[in-house]
């Protein structure tokens, strides 16, 4: 069994900042590409930022430059800092992570996702 556990959401004003954050636990060999998904009401999920394992990022167009995603492979926890908020950015997030596992008798690959966590954006 994997696990992703997310945290920081929250209500904030536009043009703040909040951080949130997204931590794998249970058995797993090695967890490749990690991303944020979210989805506003009304709306279908969709990709915001992604990162492999080696460090390289992907960023929707809607966040580019205001958001940040980041990852320590040691705590097999993944952050999304988000600046200059948006009412626009109002959704559920989501922490997607494709792990690598064994899974008899070979290794897999499996998608994961996190339970999500609101972000409201309003005066």
């Known amino acids: 069994q994997v696990q992703l556990v997310e945290s920081g959401g929250g209500l904030v004003q536009p043009g703040g900042s909040l951080r949130l954050s997204c931590a794998a636990s249970?058995?797993?060999?090695?967890?490749?590409?990690m991303g944020w998904y979210r989805q506003a009401p009304g709306k279908e999920r969709v990709l915001v930022t992604a990162?492999?394992?080696?460090?390289?990022?992907d960023y929707a167009d809607s966040v580019k430059g205001r958001f940040t995603i980041s990852r320590d492979n040691a705590k097999n926890t993944v952050y999304l800092q988000m600046n200059s908020l948006k009412p626009e950015d109002t959704a559920v997030y989501y922490c997607n992570a494709v792990v690598r596992m064994w899974v008899t008798p070979t290794f897999r690959t499996l998608e994961v996702w996190g339970q999500g966590t609101l972000v409201t954006v309003s005066s």
């Open positions: 249970g058995t797993f060999n090695a967890i490749n590409d």
């Open positions: 990162i492999t394992s080696g460090g390289n990022t």
